[in-house]
């Protein structure tokens, strides 16, 4: 090709992305309460801190998260509307542990090519997820990225803000009986997907589309199942208890992120008996003969969400009391069984 | 390959993610002040938003950026260093058009396989930026992402909060006659790599490492050369004068970024002997045969930054005086000459 070379012509069309922001502009402010302050700037989001005044030390807290290699699973346009909730929980859900309301979130979207349909489906999934965890989707990013990315390859990244009083951070020193409360997960969320591709579709055998009698569905239905928004959740236990700690199971699995909350010399001991195990788990076991340990280090293994309370207040609605605090014996921090 | 699958198998080198946090702890506690506040959580970090009780109304500013294509051309720890300073600036700077001061930035790294050498130095230029912006790194997300990223491929995504006080937003009316400032550019920044690369390489037929005589240096150390942080100079412009409006010289180029600040019936006339035009400009513009027009909205054409003042506050130290506001005819928004 010769003749002038134009921005367009290298690949990226700023036309389209403006057609983007134009299409997704009504669903971005459906998201926008009162606190989002207009202003003519394209440069930067403009949100109130409601609550700043009545807090004794008030904090800022940010989190910033992906939904790793899930995004290879996705072709439907409701598939990326899936992941577009993905990537808020994965978000807002790590703003909950240090007892944060969300505020704000942002997305980063990059792509070789843009393709409206899959990133309109996207963000409506996050301007519906904003909605239900109370913040903002107050601004983002979408690059078109020719060369650097594949025409097919999506990157989605999401950044949460919230507010957490600095005068009641959950830092009660856990104790032998303490109980463990959890929310049930709704499936793998966004962790763990390159060992489950891996032992489901290379080891396993099984297509996205196959229909899997252990699972009541098909393979792509169970592991496109989108993260739940923990929110509300979160806030009605903070409401009646006063948790010792929380933490949201993703990265590191209910090994890793349970372990990370219990001090030296205590265990964290999970009763299997206590909540239903999603079958998706022992079938990524099953194909790809992985240890339970790894298991367990990988997954969250059912449990999205964990909160260490005491032992007297273990009973709150829509959570599930599933173990408790023991003395550690220097072993696993957290013991399954 | 048979046997028990596992995390790391599958291409996820936890321990490896693990290491490099460790590896890069120090120099991301060197960006923390006493603001930052020390937790146990994994989850989110925590700032103190300091001079919050003295604003009026108090408002967070958020953004979110990422560096394009410019990431292609890095290959030595120094470029991806420089490539880390780049993803600060491009979002520091995207606060300080509503006057914001930065407060805390968080990274998003993804890549295919987590190269510790790369990764390492461009934390090292964040952290470096970050100081200079005086604010915080955080927190961020460093993701491995078999199959969705080739080993090679590295996605940089940042995101910043700031604050400002909603009662001193620049939102003064421009009138004809004010002055344009600009803060020099210290060449491309990171926007438009897609049409230099295509113009410079393709077309002209430059090798990276090829000293070019236009430029004093080779390709590579002309086009890596990483985004100043204009944060210190704007707060010294501020210290001084009410801005009308500023604009952070981005996607859009000069004509896009310009014109946003201009409203209807006004434009903005740029001298163009008012200020060095670095010559990777001209050169873009030969080898691609662009015309002019495609090369003012798609670069910053030498100057990073503006601020419309008052005519009689042209004069401040260290800003260029490149222009003024003048009646418009329905032509182009911003005229270069």
Not at 10 to 21: K, M, N, P
Not at 183 to 197: I, M, Q, W
Not at 230 to 256: C, F, I, N, P, R
Not at 284 to 292: F, Q
Request: glycine share 14%; charged share 20%.
């Amino acid at each position: 090709m010769t003749g002038p070379l134009t921005y367009r012509g290298a690949g990226v069309d700023i036309d389209a992305a403006t057609r983007f922001l134009d299409a997704i502009g009504a669903v971005v402010r459906s998201t926008h309460g009162p606190g989002v302050a207009a202003h003519g700037s394209q440069f930067a989001g403009l949100i109130r801190p409601e609550g700043w005044e009545q807090m004794g030390s008030p904090l800022i807290a940010a989190t910033c998260d992906g939904v790793g290699t899930k995004v290879l699973l996705a072709r439907r346009p409701e598939d990326f509307e899936g992941l577009g909730r993905d990537l808020v929980a994965m978000n807002v859900n790590d703003l909950l542990p240090v007892g944060a309301t969300p505020l704000l979130f942002l997305d980063y979207l990059a792509a070789g090519r843009l393709d409206p349909e899959r990133l309109e489906a996207a963000v409506r999934g996050m301007a519906a997820a904003c909605l239900e965890a109370h913040c903002a989707l107050l601004g983002g990013e979408t690059a078109e990225m020719p060369d650097a990315l594949g025409d097919d390859q999506l990157e989605m990244a999401g950044f949460a803000v919230g507010l957490v009083d600095g005068d009641r951070l959950p830092t009660a020193a856990l104790r032998p009986g303490d109980a463990v409360l959890a929310l049930p997960a709704t499936g793998l969320h966004a962790n763990g997907f390159s060992l489950a591709r891996r032992a489901l579709l290379e080891r396993g055998g099984f297509g996205l589309d196959d229909h899997v009698p252990e699972l009541g569905r098909t393979l792509a239905e169970e592991l496109l199942v989108p993260t739940p928004i923990y929110v509300d959740a979160v806030a009605h236990l903070l409401a009646g208890v006063e948790a010792k700690a929380m933490a949201h199971v993703t990265g590191g699995g209910l090994q890793g992120r349970g372990a990370a909350v219990v001090p030296e010399g205590l265990a964290m001991r999970i009763d299997p008996g206590s909540h239903p195990v999603p079958p998706v788990f022992d079938l990524i076991r099953a194909c790809g003969e992985v240890d339970p340990a790894e298991m367990a280090s990988t997954f969250n293994m059912g449990l999205g969400f964990l909160a260490v309370v005491p032992a007297d207040q273990a009973a709150v609605a829509g959570w599930l009391h599933v173990g408790e605090i023991v003395d550690g014996e220097g072993a696993e921090r957290v013991a399954i069984g």
